[in-house]
């Protein structure tokens, strides 16, 4: 019983972090594309785009190291 528990509360951990990763993913899609519909992208902006960008790879490469699929 033990063992089920332990998956139910990581099946639910793990689904939380896939919606977590898929908003950082869109949120720096939508900055990259405001960035790139910009004719005169200013600094802040572009640092939050860097920001978002680096944040949704450094999860998504902590996903593949905990073998967590998008499909669960």
Known sequence: ???FNKQSLKDKYD???????????EK????????DLSAYPNF???IERKISEIKY???????KIRKITAKQ
Do not use: C, H
């Open 1 to 3: 019983m033990g063992l």
């Open 57 to 63: 790879f450094y999860l998504f490469k902590e996903a």
């Open 15 to 25: 689904k939380k972090f896939i919606s977590e990763l898929n908003g950082l993913k």
């Open 44 to 46: 802040e902006s572009e």
């Open 28 to 35: 720096w899609q939508y900055r990259k594309n405001l960035a």
